[in-house]
């Protein structure tokens, strides 16, 4: 948990813009579940302020400072408010060449007295109730940071850290100073009249260059800088952890695993008398919040406990990613992933566990264009994949329906456990590890798009995300290639408002559908196999080289994501007056290139055609398509409009985008941040072994994914 990362030198530029303060209590407001009072916004404007402007005059402008920051993940989860330090500086050591960090409380006291002399627990300040002394207060955050779940934790670093109160003398601040305050190497107290000191002690705890760095594996080790799913489940392959959950996702995954063992027999030495429970888990929570992480997570380790598991989604994108990229070669692992549809006959015995994921995309019943009818399930999906194990886990997430067919909800969950007899365990996820861990942004994509209900406002750069709006089509797609070919990950993906033309003739020609004045691209291919130029089958578009040249959607999309991502909005979804109009558009016959174009724009989705929903649930499906798509990367999005009074919306939403510590481009980025997508493993490569239940488990690679 943080509220901000930033340069001191873009947190001046951020504040001079009048936008670092309205973030930070947004940011507030979304962790506390309160607004900020006007104490800690006016806190915030004078002692940032002071601290950042002190590290410029310094010549130590590029210390990255993390504002309001929680240790680690777990300090959500303790009883009241979590601990937040006001500040903790990242930047290079200038001698000893290791990660440098200063823990900071910044006071605006004036004067300070000190009571209950014999501890010196508390200090007096005028007009104030007794207050803990801010020393004690930083020996509890090195406690958190150095400690065995702390981003400091076997590192080699420098770590210190000190009390500001810039409005104070050093006369007026004596009882903090004198000899018995308490002592450690976070015990110094700086006052406006030591700032000279101050200044100096800054030089020397901090190099000029490589706090980028610095404040990137700080990060990496705080969690909110993940690893892409497929690039940890490659890394993984062999070892019995995938990833390192944290927080409420350990929480989720060990409770699984322990009900796992009380209710199901053991695979090595099964009960006399068969014990009949079921149990049915329920996880809910947002885009990026760490479900598939969950769910692979407690995969791997039930399989490596000789258990029968299966992986089944509703996305044919997120299993054929991990079926054909991470499981190239490997049968048995690209058969243990599997869809909703493919229990129609419950498997006989049982499976000991069923993970489901994107449970929201389950539908009423399973069919299939390519069975007969007769082969069709005739009862609630839901009922046939409650019958298929004894141990069910359900990941689900009802703002990311997109389908009016995808009736995957709590309640129809909920009913369905019921039905079946079996114990239901609920959790809610909250934290976001998408968007760079960015809730910020993703509850401004919601805001925006209406999702929410909430009333947009200005995005406000966080450090952990980065938004901004092309002007073309041509500008779009060279930001993306630009960074894609530099060495990051990235993808164009559009709403559904073209026509879409399957492979043509023997070659498998890709017809360039999105077509945007003169600039014409092709969608990515439907097809199963490859198309001409090597355009890739769909289900590896996302991660294969050759899937830059063309245009995803939602449903090639989900579940996926990539470090860039340029989205272009259609004309499904526009401004007008001050609200957004939703349209359906109209096609007409090509005679000429013997395709269809655009007669009417709008959009060309046919699951949400005029016939199958009426105006407000289509109006829902594509806000809820544009959600998705818009919270597919995991450092910038690149926003782009068909229409001109939208883009001026967007624009006027996002604001000019100039601060350049706030731009990820591969080129800006520290070398600790550049990571290139894996090439898929080669054939037979990553068989897992199974191990015996007897002993602890083991932990694995350290790969802090979600």
Known sequence: MLLLKLSAQDLLTLNARHRMVPHLAARWRHFRGADASVTERSAWAASLVCLASDLVAAGRGNVEMVVECAATIDETDQPGDPRLIDVVLVGRHPEENVPSVELVELKRWSMVTRIERATADLVSVPGMEPKKHPALQLREYYTAFTGPRGPLSGIDFECGGFTYMHNATEESARALIDVDAPPGAYGRVYTGDRRERLLHDLRGSFAEDGAASAAEVMLQRMGLRNTPLLDAMISSRGADTVFTLRGRQKKVADQVLETAAKVLPDPWCPALVPDERRVVF???????????????????????????????????????????????????????????????????????????????????????????????????????????????????????????????????????????????????????????????????????????????????????????????????????????????????????????????????????????????????ADSGSFCADGAPPSKIWSVHEKGLGQIGCVYTAQGLEWDWCGVIMGDDMVRRDGKWVFRR????????????????????????????????????????????????????????????????????????????????TWKNLPEEARRAHLPRPSRGAGKRKKRKRKGKTSTGADLRLF
Not at 349 to 356: A, E, F
Not at 359 to 387: C, I, M, Y
Not at 642 to 658: I, M, N, S
Request: include cysteine; aromatic fraction near 8%; charge should be neutral.
């Open 585 to 664: 558009g109209k096609e007409r016959k090509d005679d000429v290139a013997k395709v269809k174009r655009v007669a009417q724009p709008g959009s060309f989705d046919p699951k949400v055609r005029a016939g199958s929903v009426d105006d407000e649930e289509f109006a829902r499906l594509i806000r809820h398509a544009y959600h998705v798509l818009m919270t597919r990367a995991s450092r910038a999005t690149v926003l782009y409009s068909t229409d001109e009074e939208t883009r001026a919306y967007l624009k006027e939403l996002v604001g000019r985008v100039e601060i350049h510590g706030l731009r990820p």
């Open 282 to 524: 329920l996880v809910t929570g947002g885009a990026g919040t760490g479900k598939s992480a969950i769910g692979l997570q407690i995969k791997a380790e039930l399989e490596g406990q000789g258990r029968t598991v299966r992986y089944a989604s509703g996305s044919r994108a997120f299993n054929g990613a991990l079926q054909e990229h991470v499981g190239y070669g490997d049968r048995r692992f690209r058969e243990s992933f599997t869809y909703f549809s493919n229990f129609v006959t419950p498997p006989d015995p049982p499976l000991d566990v069923l993970i489901c994921d994107e449970a929201h995309r389950l539908r009423d019943r399973s069919t299939n264009r390519f069975w007969k009818p007769e082969n069709w399930g005739t009862g609630p999906q839901v009922d046939e994949l409650l019958a298929a194990s004894r141990l069910t886990v359900f990941f689900l997430d009802e703002g990311q329906s997109v389908r009016p067919n995808e009736v995957g909800t709590v309640a129809l969950i909920e009913d369905a456990a019921e039905r079946h007899d079996a114990t239901l365990v609920r959790y809610r996820l909250r934290e976001q590890f998408r968007c760079g861990g960015s809730d910020a942004y993703v509850r401004w994509v919601r805001a925006v798009l209406g999702v929410s209900g909430d009333d947009p406002e200005p995005w406000r750069p966080d450090g952990l995300m980065h938004v901004e709006v092309a002007d073309t089509p041509e500008e779009l797609e060279r930001i993306i290639r630009t960074e894609a070919l530099a060495g990051a990950s990235a993808r164009m993906v559009a709403g559904y408002c073209w026509p879409w033309t399957k492979p043509i003739g023997k070659e498998r020609r890709l017809e360039p559908d999105v077509r945007i004045g003169d600039w014409h691209r092709p969608w990515n």
